[in-house]
């Protein structure tokens, strides 16, 4: 009885201990640049906000885009009509023709499959009205004799 007691209160004398509050740990102080901004009589240097223009704008766009392998023109460089201007990288497009050449294989399959299936299909018609026919002629052999004679 003696021990539980003593546990009891080492329990207790622990989970007071644990509640006491952390101390405070203040974060170190940085260092900052102060500057004090004034108007300098010796500055020569002006800055201006404004929009850059040009004096002639050609209105020229890619019909495709893509990433640029070349370029074959510098800034301001006259051109002709017809020069070269930049080459684009063209492995996007040779990705789309083998996705449509994929497609256009995969539907040719389907189209040829669907061929097959109805000339399968026809044969098994032909097959079953065969079978009608002879069914029709041993129930009624003098239907198809009259039928014959009139030349149907």
């Known amino acids: ?30 260092a900052a640049q102060v500057l004090r901004v004034s ?13 850059v223009l040009t004096r002639v704008e050609s209105r020229l766009g890619l019909r495709v885009g893509g ?3 070349a370029r074959h023109v510098e800034l301001r460089q006259r051109v002709k009509a017809g020069q070269l201007l ?5 492995q996007d497009y040779r990705l789309s023709v083998d996705n449509a050449r ?11 499959l669907a061929v097959a299936d109805f000339k399968r299909r026809e ?3 032909k097959s079953a009205q065969a079978q009608l026919e002879q069914a029709r ?14 030349g149907c």
């Open 102 to 112: 994929a497609q256009w294989n995969a539907a040719q399959t389907n189209h040829d």
């Open 1 to 30: 009885m003696l021990c539980r007691t003593r546990v009891f209160f080492i329990a207790i004398a622990a989970g007071l201990a644990a509640c006491t509050p952390a101390p405070d740990i203040q974060a170190p102080v940085r």
């Open 39 to 51: 108007k300098s009589i010796l500055s020569a240097d002006s800055e201006f906000a404004g929009e």
């Open 123 to 125: 044969t098994v018609l």
């Open 67 to 69: 990433k640029l392998t």
């Open 86 to 90: 930049a080459e684009i990288d063209a």
């Open 137 to 150: 002629v041993q129930l009624w052999p003098e239907q198809s004799i009259e039928l014959q004679q009139i």
